[in-house]
Each structure stands twice: as structure tokens, then as C-alpha cells.
Nanobody, 124 residues
């Protein structure tokens, strides 16, 4: 099990940038996969980007190269550029000790530990 604490959310105008952080209570190299998800009111939680223990990344199509996931020994990051109003959501960090294939890396059902989320609001 791992405790995850997100930070870095906020309000920006369209075209702006934010960097989200997720502090983990254990070495991230001990976690098979970590990922970012987001959820807007009335919508299902959707995967944004995932990163494996050895650094392989999987990105949702909607990121279109605007977002980049990375990690160091203690923290998961999500660099978000060219933000648009449709990116407005609560962003969650997640992790799992289980090995995943890239086909399910963005499926929230496969993650066992979650943070409380950080709100991102993008105005037009």
C-alpha cells in the first residue's frame, strides 16, 4: 500500500500551463505503475497518462502531446501545457503494485491506491 498526496492544481486561463505533483509514501520504483486520472462532474473518471516502473509511458489521445508524465524517486509529475477549458477536472494520482499491460494502463479499475485529488480549472 502507498499513500499519495497531490498538489499543484489551480485556476489558469486557456493556453496556460500547470505542473501537478503527487508525493508518494514509498519509493516510486517499488510501484509497478503510476498514473494520472481526471474526473469532471457528471463524467466518468478517465485516464490521462501512466508510467511504468521502468519509465515506459502511456498517454491518452486527448493529451495530443500537451501533457507529459514523469517521476523521480518520491514524486509523480504531470506537466500540462496549452490547457483548454475541457481540461477542467479533478485530477487524481494512482498507483498499483501489480504489473499491467499498456492496453489497461489507463484503466482506473487496475489501480489500487489513490490520492484525494487536486482541482484544475481552465477558463476561456
Amino acid at each position: 500500500q502507498v499513500q499519495l498526496v497531490e498538489s499543484g492544481g489551480g485556476s489558469v486561463q486557456a493556453g496556460g500551463s500547470l505542473r501537478l505533483s503527487c508525493a508518494a509514501s514509498r519509493d516510486t520504483s517499488s510501484l509497478r505503475y503510476m498514473a494520472w486520472f481526471r474526473q469532471s462532474p457528471g463524467k466518468q473518471r478517465e485516464g490521462v497518462a501512466a508510467i511504468s516502473r521502468d519509465g515506459r509511458t502511456t498517454d491518452a489521445d486527448f493529451t495530443k502531446g500537451r501533457f507529459a508524465i514523469s517521476k523521480d524517486k518520491s514524486t509523480l509529475y504531470l506537466e500540462m501545457n496549452s490547457l483548454q477549458p475541457e481540461d477542467t477536472a479533478m485530477y487524481f494520482c494512482a498507483a498499483t503494485l501489480f504489473s499491467l499491460s499498456t492496453t489497461v494502463a489507463l484503466d482506473h479499475d487496475y489501480y489500487t491506491d489513490w490520492g484525494q485529488g487536486t482541482q484544475v480549472t481552465v477558463s476561456a
